[in-house]
């Protein structure tokens, strides 16, 4: 996950990871939530073509995306976005569509300042309270 942060994001390695660390669970957490969604809409896709070539590329590129964090050529953002405008926001609440969004835009392109962009764990109310001795 580290290599892919990296080079999507356009970091070092090392940086990737300390900002994983950093981010936790909950920003891993974040990360997962932005892989799943785009993952769903390529395997809704995947199932709207008929059998061959293509829809096996589909699948293949699921693979990719769950075992080595690549993404599809064709738009993951896209797609997702899609997914989440007709399937999951008739059945879930807008915040949590919001989430979804926030989700995959974090996992397609991570933001170069997490704190400055607001992304959950690296905001002030989200790290832990520490009594200063």
Do not use: K, N
Not at 11 to 39: N, S
Not at 63 to 86: C, E, N, S
């Amino acid at each position: 996950m580290a290599a892919a942060l990296a080079d999507r994001g356009g970091l070092p390695r090392e940086d990737a990871a300390a900002r994983l660390e950093r981010g936790g669970a909950e920003y891993r957490e974040l990360l997962d939530v932005g892989q799943a969604t785009i993952c769903r809409a390529l395997h809704t896709a995947r199932r709207a073509l008929p059998e061959g070539s293509e829809r096996t590329a589909v699948r293949y590129a699921i693979d990719d995306l769950m075992h080595r964090h690549l993404l599809p050529p064709a738009g993951a953002g896209r797609i997702a976005g899609a997914q989440l405008d007709t399937e999951i926001e008739t059945t879930r609440a807008p915040a949590v569509t919001a989430w979804c969004r926030r989700a995959v835009a974090e996992y397609v392109a991570p933001v170069a300042d997490p704190l400055a962009a607001g992304v959950e764990r690296f905001r002030p109310q989200d790290q832990p309270h520490r009594a200063d001795t």
